[in-house]
């Protein structure tokens, strides 16, 4: 097999060097009917582990695929020469959904560097502190609201991460379940998370398909962008006229990420100053922080959550250390999150558990490049596999257990094995809004933890309701619904939800 890969690297880049391994393919598609469809993470583990290699290749009518599936490969390649591989493919299919301008599938220029130089600056570790208000009131409300409606808490949560969010970003606040920016950015992300693996589909490998009627093109991929393409279309331009309208009236003085930016153009303009921004760069970046920083955080609630239903005893002890740190008179807050270690175990557990995006939006090679003696071609397209560096088996004992313990440094008796890396993605393309999401998953777990059982649903039988153990497939990730009920802890935990805004 390597003989092959030797020879096709000579014979088409003019190397020595041998391709990564790879299984067969076969003539003009290469592997295109190879890899799954549907969770190819699980496919690209299988073949790691058959060709002792976290490092594989596959041709995809033409197209170079490499797959790293360590953490190692992944650190030495888009950590410690993230020049190169800190661009990415087009994405025609998002492009044709209307995500053109987006830190997420922008490709390496001016327009990237502008992008992430904005979103690094407004949510670095530090500069988050000033929204610290905003995550605190919308989990506290949200809690308190789960208490009334046990039954709504998937929707409750989904509030929670939406409003944050929508504050953040726009300047808007979501004071009901109902609220239009809720549904605007459920269909947002619905649209988006169901779009298929990025870079995968039909229209990426032909993008001139993107101009076919739906009846020639004969594409579900293509079909779909199209009709999110209104549902993405409003998340961009709705917010903006709002903050537009209330600008011009002096109506809204809530700061926020698209009024910064906003008035610095009307304040160029004012100077005469050409502005570096325009008003699509200040949309593409909201939209980007609505679309993962919502996602994201509440997918990972919902597995947090799955998690504390599925085993009760991590949930008691997270309890005690919180009852130990907080006390039964008061609320978590972020002052508390340094004295929290374990819950903090399980939340990095809960990332480990279930990456949100088993196989991350893909870099792409600058230039030719090397690594562990393979040649790794200039354009390729470069997977992260976030699945098989969290349950790495050489790394985490028994990895499809949850257990938050293994986190316990050897010194106070545990195993010390390390953190998940790689859930907020690597090198120049790392999520500029991870310690933001980060803040959210802890406030709520914690806020909901320190006052409340999660505990499994009686039907109408009688009897406990198993929990459904199932994951979406798709740009990210999140559990499948699962019913599970909320209990106050105590009397006392109930009356300082119940005083909450009253």
Known sequence: MKLIHIVVAALLFGTSLPLPPSPPGKPLIGHFDVIPAQNPEFAYI???????????YFNVLGRHIIVLNSVKAANDLLDKRGANYASRPRFVQYEVMGWGITLTFLRWGPRFKLHRKLLQSSFTASNIKQYRPIQQDEARRAVKDILS???????????????????????????????????????????????????????????????????????????HAREAGPAIQRLHDTPWAATEKELEAGTNSQPSFMRTYLEKIANDAKEGRKSEITVADIKGAAGAISIAGGNTTWSTIVVFILNMLLNPHVQKKVQAELDAVVGPD??????????LKYLDYCIQETYRWAPLSPVGVPHASIQDDEYKGYFIPKGSV????????????????????FNPDRYIPEEQGGAGEPYPQGQFGFGRRACPGRHLASAGVYIAMATILATMNIVPKIGQDGKEVPPVVGMSNGLSSHPDHFDCDFKARTPKSEQLLRKIDS
């Not at 582990?49 to 976290?54: E, H, L, N």
């Open 46 to 56: 299988q073949w790691g582990k058959q060709f002792d290699s976290d490092i594989l």
């Open 149 to 223: 409606r046990p039954d709504d808490w998937e929707i409750l949560t989904r509030r929670f991460s939406t409003a944050v969010v929508m504050r953040i970003g726009f300047g808007v606040s979501i004071t009901k379940d109902d609220d239009p920016y809720i549904q605007m950015a459920d269909d947002a992300n619905h649209a988006t998370t169901n779009g298929g693996t990025p870079a995968s589909t039909i229209v990426d490998f032909f993008p001139l398909i993107r101009f076919l009627p739906n009846w020639l093109a004969r594409s579900a991929a293509l079909r």
């Open 330 to 339: 008061r609320l978590p807050t972020f002052e508390d999150r340094d004295h």
């Open 382 to 401: 470069v997977y992260a596999n976030a699945r098989a560096m969290t349950h790495d088996e050489s790394v985490y004992k028994d990895p499809g257990t």
